[in-house]
């Protein structure tokens, strides 16, 4: 009878020990590698004004073109100088700061700007969503780049006129996503459950809707953040977007073709960050819309 227990026990604490165990959920190395870039460049966008080495305006002709230190060059100025012996490593670090900051300029304008008309369209309804839907018709048939040429070179180059112009770049998506968003959450009850209590409309969707939505908008303002950087270099790069003695990374870019043959890294350095940043930001975008939408699960 003993022996019988004792067999019964091995044999359950032997099940027992070989259950396995729920995996837990594991961040994908591009994801790892992603956040540390992102990391990496909010830091040094931050850190600019005490990192910078040189000025970016400061000349030094006798050091014009000079390589980088992997090409034989000094650790005086590591990633090489430009065609009037500017420091690459000191305009590469606040070109990063002004690109950043464009962008995420432009991805709150245009968040807030889609967000606010996609709640109206579904608070109104009838001829006010009807006006809301027609311009998002409108703006998703429009040629953004042939808009921001003609607007840029019409009105002449302004930091705060791109940044709002770049602001309109993607906001009909956003209000798409809340204004159908905000009509399925009045359907679902919850809402005008609110409403019935005296809540004003103001509140309802400031403090019951937006929390419900955001990781939808979060994940969107992700996956439009990298456009936002592209156009912005695009259009830096053609003359039309941030203006000397600012620098931006589309800027650089623009400056360095010249010398792509003689001084390739000029072009090159900008080049790796935009590439870098805009894969590091799309990698996050994909990776949080798996995590917070449950039917991928």
């Given at each position: ?215 939808t908008l979060i994940v969107s303002m992700?996956?439009a953040f990298p456009e936002i950087i ?43 960050v935009i590439v870098l940043t805009t ?19």
């Open positions: 009878m003993s022996a019988t227990t004792g067999n019964t026990t091995g044999n359950t604490t032997g099940h027992t020990a070989a259950a396995p165990r729920p995996r837990r959920h594991r961040i994908p190395p591009l994801v790892l590698f992603a956040l540390g870039w992102v990391a990496l460049m909010l830091a040094i966008a931050l850190l600019a004004e005490w990192i910078t080495p040189y000025s970016i305006t400061a000349l030094d002709l006798r050091s014009r073109l000079a390589p980088p230190v992997f090409l034989g060059g000094t650790w005086a100025h590591p990633l090489g100088t430009d065609e009037l012996g500017r420091d690459v490593l000191s305009r590469l670090i606040t070109s990063i700061r002004m690109s950043l900051l464009i962008a995420f300029g432009a991805a709150i304008i245009a968040a807030v700007l889609g967000v606010v008309l996609g709640f109206l369209a579904a608070h109104f309804r009838g001829l006010v969503e009807q006006a809301v839907l027609a311009l998002v018709d409108f703006q998703a048939a429009m040629p953004f780049m042939i808009l921001a040429l003609s607007v840029l070179a019409f009105f002449g180059n302004s930091l705060l006129l791109f940044v709002a112009l770049l602001g309109l770049h993607g906001w009909e998506r956003y209000a798409r996503i809340a204004r159908g968003l905000a009509i399925s959450a009045g359907a679902q009850g919850y809402a005008a459950a609110v409403k019935q209590l005296g809540a004003s409309p103001w509140r309802v969707y400031a403090r019951h809707v937006l929390p419900n939505i955001a990781a992700t996956l592209l156009l912005e270099s695009g259009l830096s790069f053609l003359g039309l977007g941030v203006q000397p003695p600012q620098t931006s990374l589309g800027n650089m870019v623009g400056y360095g073709r010249e010398y792509l043959t003689r001084a390739p890294w000029i072009l090159l350095s900008p080049s790796t894969l590091s930001v799309s990698l996050l975008g994909d990776w949080l819309r798996d995590r917070l939408d449950p039917t991928l699960r």
